[in-house]
């Protein structure tokens, strides 16, 4: 059974947690509430902390002279610079975080989808998007934190790549912490298919740093591999990639399996590729072989449960739905 660590998850305290948006209401999201028995959360809201109280009159992202300021229209007040002061305190206080997940389209949290506008007039027009003015310092501080909005999360693909991506990162955490070359080595052996799913070349590569033929300190081994592991994360697993990990895997019953079960396997991830099927189907064929033939290599690849079982969701938005 896969050990996981919890996760520790920065949350806008508007989801779920408190009646702190502009017009007093909390938002029900069953995915953060779904959440709560396996991260660690810690709720914010930057527009309250700020003194902006609730409820309140709504803010804006402005552009002036090539700067985007944050902006209260009915009264005219700027609290950009204490938003960003906020946002620099508050981060830089939290010793470790693993993921956020923040309120899209909001002009403190959003992620690349808050409205700016070309002045503060109710008739000025939206002229970009952007991040928000926390999401901005959420990027610039914890670069390697998985981030994201509670709109893209409602998008299956999307939620089980920040689910994947979210409780490797926690293991991670605590491999760091131990200092012990011993317990990297075992990340690396558990999370090589997981690895090979995401980018195979970034996975060689973080294999040759594990094996540290040069006996490198320890500092230096875990900076290198974290680098590569963050390069290696960045994106999303595709068809082919996947496809790939579970040839890998498939390789390992060639000698046990008939000609028959071969063929059946192989014409499901045909179905799989053609997007007939989700990756569930595949995956679950091979497990039963895992089992069958106790492949102990095979039992212990986190490829095969990512994340906790309890959080398999596959509810979706509908935009954009891929397995």
Partial sequence: MMQFVKPIVVVSKCLEFDKCRYNGV?????????????VEFI????????GLGVPRETIRL?????EIRLVQP?????????????????????????????????PSCGTKD?????????SSMVIEKSNGLFAQKVEEIFPYAVVENEGRLKNFRIR???????????????????????????????NKLLFFAYKEVEMREIGKIVANHQNSPWDEVIKEYEEHLHKLLKGMTTYKANINALMH??????????SEEKRFFLDTLDKYRDNKVPLSVPNNILEAWIIKYDKKYLKE????HPYPEELIEIKDSGKGRDY
Avoid at 62 to 66: A, G, I
């Fill in 26 to 38: 909390m938002i029900s999201d069953e995915f953060v509430k779904k959440l709560k028995d396996y």
């Fill in 43 to 50: 709720p914010v809201c930057p527009e309250v902390e700020v």
């Fill in 62 to 66: 402005v552009k002036e002279d090539d």
């Fill in 74 to 106: 009915a009264t005219k007040r700027d609290i950009t610079d204490k938003m960003k002061q906020f946002s620099a305190e508050f981060l830089d206080s939290l010793e470790q975080v693993d993921g956020f997940i923040l309120k899209d389209r909001s």
């Fill in 114 to 122: 808050s409205k700016v506008y070309s002045s503060i007039d109710k």
């Fill in 160 to 190: 089980e790549d920040f689910l994947t991506k979210l409780f490797l990162l926690a293991r991670f955490r605590k491999v760091k912490e131990s200092k012990s070359m011993s317990n990297l080595v075992q990340f690396q052996a558990e």
């Fill in 249 to 258: 895997a498939f390789g390992y019953f060639s000698k046990e399996l008939s």
């Fill in 301 to 304: 690849q986190s490829f095969f």
